[in-house]
């Protein structure tokens, strides 16, 4: 799978963690990915996967977050999707009740978790 990078964001999109796997994605991605969100929910055609100016963004919302992967390279997005709600699986595990806090209480184990 060559995602470029996986963020954790709060519901307003302010990044809570981000991993970066390529280096050819900017933080500021997160805040254009909020407004396509926006946007998307205003004309009533939202869909988990989101293509502007040559990147594409797949999400998932859990609770209170998003799990939001970026790519700039053509990716099957259903394996894409499979492996994050496989990761929130794996978060469940560690934190029983997956939602910003218990990401921020456990940034460590999170970061290590991606990094594997």
């Known amino acids: 799978m ?3 990078a996986i963020f954790i964001l709060d ?14 994605i900017s933080t500021k991605i997160a805040e254009r990915f909020m407004s396509k969100v926006n946007e998307s ?12 100016d040559g990147v594409t963004y797949i999400y998932l919302q859990h609770s209170n977050v998003y ?7 053509n990716v099957n997005a259903t394996a894409v999707m499979v492996f994050l709600h ?3 699986e794996v ?15 456990n ?9 594997e």
Do not use: C, M
């Open 91 to 105: 978060f469940k595990h560690y934190f029983v009740v997956v939602e910003e806090e218990s990401i921020r209480d």
């Open 41 to 52: 929910e205003d004309t009533g055609k939202l869909s988990p996967v989101l293509h502007d």
């Open 2 to 4: 060559s995602v470029s």
């Open 11 to 24: 519901v307003k999109g302010r990044i809570l963690i981000y991993r970066d796997y390529r280096g050819d």
């Open 107 to 115: 940034f460590v184990t999170v970061y290590e978790l991606l990094d």
């Open 67 to 73: 799990l939001l992967a970026v790519t700039r390279q």
């Open 86 to 88: 496989r990761l929130i």
